[in-house]
């Protein structure tokens, strides 16, 4: 079990463009959630999927969107990038109560 | 409003020694805590997790304990280690649905120095 695998590692855009990150869940679990998460403050939920609907969604605006497909993998868009939006963003799986985080992908917007 | 809150906000240790870090929560209804351990650039690695009746909870040299009347968490580090130095994070769940809603801390960074 590869547990929750998160592409690309690390990414860089230019301000104004668009990116997907992709998460793979953890075999069995089917609900995944995003976190983005700045340089030294903790995970902040973003929005977070259960059969291919959004069920839950935190303080980020519309440019942040996301796919879960019915293998349960899931995608993150963010459109219009924004300097501020440099974070790691983790993908985490669940299942009922239980919850593993992904590796991440680093995502630098200069 | 849903809150989680820790202290200290760093904390540095010789190594060998013992470490308590704290947790105070205002989340309802609650579902569980958990402590998450976070090493720098990498995705959070759960420790322990803890339900509304259990007190204590141990992994290895990690022990979380929680007051659910206080609404109190706190999670000790026996005889520290160099490997030890990382970002803890309390994590709260609210259940909400078929779902539950995590509530992260800010987290402690802990340093470890030989």
């Known amino acids: 079990d590869a547990g929750v695998t998160q592409s690309p590692t690390h990414l860089i855009k230019t301000r104004g463009q668009q990116v997907t990150l992709r998460c793979s869940p953890k075999s069995g679990h089917d609900t995944v959630s995003w976190y983005q998460q700045a340089l030294g403050q903790g995970p902040q939920f973003i929005f977070q999927y259960y059969e291919e609907e959004e069920r839950q969604r935190g303080n980020f605006p519309d440019r942040f969107s996301g796919h879960q497909f019915p293998n349960y993998s899931s995608e993150l868009n963010v459109n219009a990038l924004l300097l501020g939006y440099s974070a790691l963003y983790l993908c985490a799986s669940s299942s009922v109560d239980t919850q593993y985080f992904g590796p991440g992908t680093r995502l630098t917007v200069l | 409003k849903n809150q989680v809150e820790q202290s200290p906000q760093s904390l540095i240790i010789l190594e060998g020694k013992n470490c308590t870090l704290q947790?105070?929560?205002?989340?309802?209804?609650?579902?569980?805590l958990r402590w998450y351990k976070q090493d720098t650039g990498r995705g959070p690695v759960s420790l322990t997790i803890?339900?509304?009746?259990?007190n204590t909870k141990s992994n290895g040299r990690y022990t979380a304990t929680l007051d659910a009347d206080t609404k109190q968490s706190s999670l000790h580090i026996t005889a520290s280690q160099l490997s030890d130095s990382a970002s803890y994070i309390c994590v709260v769940s609210a259940r909400s649905g078929n779902t539950g809603k995590l509530i992260f801390g800010q987290g402690t960074t802990l340093q470890v120095k030989p």
């Open positions: 947790c105070n929560y205002t989340v309802s209804p609650f579902s569980n």
């Open positions: 803890m339900t509304f009746s259990e």
